[in-house]
Nanobody, 125 residues
Framework: QVQLVESGGGLVQAGGSLRLSCVVS????????LGWFRQAPGQEREFVAT????????DYASSVKGRFTISRDNAKNTVALQMNSLKPEDTAVYYC??????????????????WGQGTQVTVSS
């Protein structure tokens, strides 16, 4: 069983930055495609960013491309999301995700095998 624990959420003004971190425990994180998703009130969970097992493959949602950066450290079993130039529409609960399938990247919530508990990000205007 894999456990994912996020940290780093909070309240920030528009234009500010936050860094989310996720610790993977139970099994080595290198065996999983990792990613971040988010869910705003009344909306479905949506893809934000994903990174392949070795870290060489990365993809972002168009809404965050150029502002967010995903990274992973398999030696420390962590994945991070650096969020810059935050906008009020980035407000959501952010979830760390792990996929142990054959995909090289994970962009669909239905492909995720393990979820973290979520961390709230609120961007004020």
């Amino acid at each position: 069983q894999v456990q994912l624990v996020e940290s780093g959420g909070g309240l920030v003004q528009a234009g500010g930055s936050l860094r989310l971190s996720c610790v993977v425990s139970g099994r080595p994180s290198g065996g999983y495609v990792l990613g971040w998703f988010r869910q705003a009130p009344g909306q479905e969970r949506e893809f934000v960013a994903t990174i392949s097992r070795p870290g060489s493959g990365i993809d972002y949602a168009s809404s965050v491309k150029g502002r967010f950066t995903i990274s992973r450290d398999n030696a420390k079993n962590t994945v991070a999301l650096q969020m810059n130039s935050l906008k009020p529409e980035d407000t959501a609960v952010y979830y760390c995700a792990a996929d142990n399938g054959r995909r090289s990247l994970t962009t669909k919530p239905s492909d995720v095998d393990y979820w973290g508990q979520g961390t709230q990000v609120t961007v004020s205007s």
